[in-house]
């Protein structure tokens, strides 16, 4: 058994099932709380994934360059690490735009408002051949809560799954890092948690109770594609995943 390094960026969205199908899957959670005081790690030494969860956060800094939290510089540290030493990572959301700054990307506050509810995203062409990606149907269901959105993806990123307002869906960058805009990790009373006096709601003249109502109605749709994607991640990150690369690159804590 492995462990994998888990990044909570923000104690409003959690490991939830996600954590549940990761550790189905064989992998041991080691979660590390930056917003509670918890310190990160210089080194991905010792584990065998990495996993960045989402937040209230903005993955870019603030007008006079304050980073949207304070470990967001050390984070998107990891981030290249994890690239370079080709360590499993999976990027939810926020963790996704840091992924893509961390990287060179850009994140911006979105043009086209805020995305949340239920969704598709459609695959690219390049997802055929993706180890994870491959096995996802033509148009999966996602549950969207995001106000920015990755506008420019990195220089060398494969981009695997899009929609029309939103072009960057999902990504991988190097063969071991995949970033996700869309949330697979929620349960019906985190969303609920969320809907709760939410000015993007307001914003979009959404009823609080009508969108909780809709993500809880899909979520058997999201548990059937991205339980067995969340495996397949345990899978490549244990060496276990046929027809994956293997790691052959040792940690060197840089």
Not at 29 to 35: A, G, K, S
Not at 147 to 155: G, S
Not at 217 to 239: M, N, S
């Amino acid at each position: 058994m492995g462990t994998a390094l888990v990044i909570e960026n923000d104690p409003t969205d959690d490991v939830r099932r996600l954590g549940e199908w990761l550790t189905e899957a064989g992998l041991r959670l080691e979660v590390r709380r930056p917003h509670a005081g918890d310190a990160l790690p210089e080194t991905l030494d010792g584990y065998v994934a990495l996993v960045v969860l989402g937040g209230e956060q903005s993955a870019y800094p603030a007008p006079d360059g304050t980073p949207g939290a304070p470990w967001f510089p050390a984070l998107e540290g990891l981030l290249r690490k994890a690239v370079r030493h080709r360590v499993a990572t999976l990027a939810v959301c926020l963790g996704a735009q840091l992924l893509a700054t961390a990287h060179a990307g850009t994140v911006e506050r979105s043009p086209s408002g805020p995305e949340i509810g239920p969704g598709l995203v459609g695959k690219r062409d390049a997802a055929d051949t993706d180890p994870l990606f491959k096995y996802v149907p033509l148009m999966p269901d996602v549950l969207q809560w995001h106000l920015d959105e990755i506008t420019e993806l990195p220089r060398n990123a494969v981009l695997l799954a899009a929609s029309t307002r939103y072009p960057h869906q999902a990504f991988r960058v190097g063969d071991r890092a995949w970033g996700l805009q869309f949330h697979i990790e929620c349960d019906a009373a985190m969303i609920a948690d969320w809907a709760a006096d939410s000015a993007a709601l307001t914003e979009l003249g959404y009823d609080a109770a009508a969108v909780v109502a809709a993500c809880d109605a899909v979520l058997p749709d999201v548990e059937d594609v991205w339980q067995p994607f969340v495996a397949r991640f345990a899978a490549l990150a244990l060496g276990e995943l046929d027809g994956a690369p293997p790691r052959t690159l040792p940690l060197l804590g840089q």
